[in-house]
């Protein structure tokens, strides 16, 4: 990937600057109560999360061409009609073994248009839910989807719902996380002399810098990986993991009696995401569709992201009884829901629209854009038919 120099960013102005002034002070604050040293992912976290503060809960606008990055929904509405395709799959099989009214669960619903357009290819495929429910924390982005739905289908807004945590024994529903793993605070570890450091911050002359320490937790995590996927470490190589994916399941099927999850996320197996040639991990920063890897760059005002681990997420499922139902790339999984069909019912004689049409796809499926980078992962509880979705290309035994 090509990092930008920071000297080339645009330079954010002045009240954005007093944001980011406002947030640094919350991490010193943290610092400071901690006694010198903080994790990584706990500034992560306040950078990305502190309310009215962090990157995704301060009101910056963050997707489309406007924003620091594009998602495959701002990409083209193709890519949540194809994803309604399984959801309506799944519907007719839930609908055939019980009588609970299924339903769609939502995180971080981004702009609000992924939502959208599945209500909107929903409805043509006569598989609407009485309730579509979008979990998301941050109520400047609740607002946005709020309008963004209202716009694009004004007449299915009542079966939206936003909650702030999750409901108690939910059945037969359908979660939907894009681009959601990468986006939770991850730690960074190196290899020194063949124990495990891992990356903290703390404030040096009024300044956020960080350094790395031993830590015997993240020994043990980092032994564990060694042994299920027969990886070695050289010495200092660099890279992160994420301590949270495992919890996030885990309250996710505690509250669960039936259901369908998809992730979608761009990520790698564990023997790709540690290989020996990536010896600086993927953490990084992006503001502006530039990416860079100054960590400090004006915190809360850029996005800081790590690519998923497929292998851990599969191995915290099964943890926790949880069915690895399919893993694919995503466009292998647009595909096999019908992408090539929504095109032609789609595409019209007139050249331009012919052209966006076909660069929008390109996008979502060359290997070169997001067809290959981006992987697509189900989990199932109490539910075991096959899932359309991986009938092209199903890539478990990678894992």
Known sequence: ????????????????????????????????????????????NTALYEPGLGYYSGGLQKFGEKGDFITAPEVSPLFGQCLAGQVAEVFQNFKQVSDE???????????GVLAADILLQLEKLVSLP?????????????????????????HLFDRVYWLDQLPDDVENIVVIANEVLDAMPVECFRIKDGGVEVL????????????????????????????????????????EF?????????????KIKSAVILLIDYGYNEKEYYHPDRTEGTLMCYYQHKAHDDIFWWPGLQDITAFVNFTDVAYSAVDLN???????????????????????????????????LSQQIK???LPSEMGD???????????????????????????
């Open 1 to 44: 990937m090509i990092k930008s120099d920071i000297k080339a960013l645009a330079e954010p102005d002045d009240e954005a600057k007093k944001q980011s002034r406002l947030l640094t002070r919350c991490v010193k604050g943290s610092c400071d109560r901690s006694g010198g040293w903080i994790r990584f992912s706990d500034f992560m």
């Open 101 to 111: 009214k299924p339903v769609v669960i939502e995180f971080g619903a981004g702009s």
């Open 130 to 154: 009485e309730k579509y429910l979008i979990l998301e924390l941050s109520v400047e982005l609740q607002c946005r989807q709020e309008e963004t739905i209202k716009k694009k289908a004004p």
């Open 200 to 239: 903290r911050v703390t404030v040096e002359n009024e300044k956020l810098v960080s350094g790395y320490l031993t830590d015997d937790n993240a020994g043990d995590t980092i032994n564990s990986i060694r042994e299920r996927s027969e990886i070695e470490f050289a010495d200092g190589y660099v890279s």
């Open 242 to 254: 994420n301590p949270a994916i495992h919890g996030w399941l885990s309250a996710l099927e505690t």
């Open 322 to 356: 949880l069915e690895v139902a399919g893993y694919t790339t995503q466009a292998a999984f647009l595909l096999a829901n019908g992408l090539s069909d929504l095109h032609a019912s789609q595409v019209t004689d007139e050249v331009q629209q012919q052209i966006k």
């Open 363 to 365: 996008t979502l499926t």
């Open 373 to 399: 980078r981006f992987k697509v992962m189900a989990l199932t509880k109490n539910y075991d038919e096959p899932l359309k979705g991986f009938s092209m290309l199903d890539l478990r035994n990678r894992l």
